[in-house]
Each structure stands twice: as C-alpha cells, then as structure tokens.
C-alpha cells in the first residue's frame, strides 16, 4: 500500500459523518475568476440541521467543519501560488 495511504490517522467515532458533510459543503463555496471562498455559514447551519443537530452538537458541527474549512483554504492557497510560481516566466540573466 502507497506511504500516504498508510500514513493517514484513523478517523474516531462520527468522524467519517463529518468528514463526508465537509465535501459535500465544499461544493457550496463561492468560485470566481482566481476566486475561492469559504463554506458559506448558512450553508454549515443548513447542513447541521439536516443531520439532526441541535444546541451543542450543532455548535461543535458548525467549529469543526469552520476549522476544516480554514485548513483546506491554506493548503490551496499554497497550490495555487507554487502553480502561479511554475506559470510564471522566467526572467534571463543579463
């Protein structure tokens, strides 16, 4: 089995059920011309909700899909600025 496969954590109880609604959300975010956002919030709340939490649970869904969120912006911000590096010409020494 590949390195990266075997390497990754297990996922705890419930995990997966977050994990699952998180890309499920991702296809919620804004997309513009070189433009990413984050998961909408109303979006979170909806997706809360239509898994059946309420009060705390609900509170803890909304933090750790808003922390996923933030993780997930920051790795692809980091794609995206290597492939502007990769893309962008180089300029010759004189």
């Known amino acids: ?14 995990g997966s059920e977050y994990l699952s609604a998180f890309w499920r959300l991702d296809t919620c975010r804004p997309v513009g011309d070189g433009f990413l ?12 909700d ?3 939490f309420d009060g705390y649970d609900a509170e803890v869904f909304c933090h750790v899909i808003s922390e996923m ?10 794609e ?12 010759a020494k004189k």
């Open 1 to 14: 089995m590949p390195e990266w496969f075997v390497s990754q954590p297990e996922i705890g109880p419930g």
């Open 37 to 48: 956002g984050r998961i909408p919030w109303r979006d979170i709340l909806l997706m809360s």
């Open 50 to 52: 239509r898994l059946g």
């Open 69 to 78: 969120d933030s993780e997930i912006m920051t790795i692809r911000a980091k």
């Open 80 to 91: 995206m600025n290597q492939r502007q590096q990769q893309r962008a010409p180089t300029k």
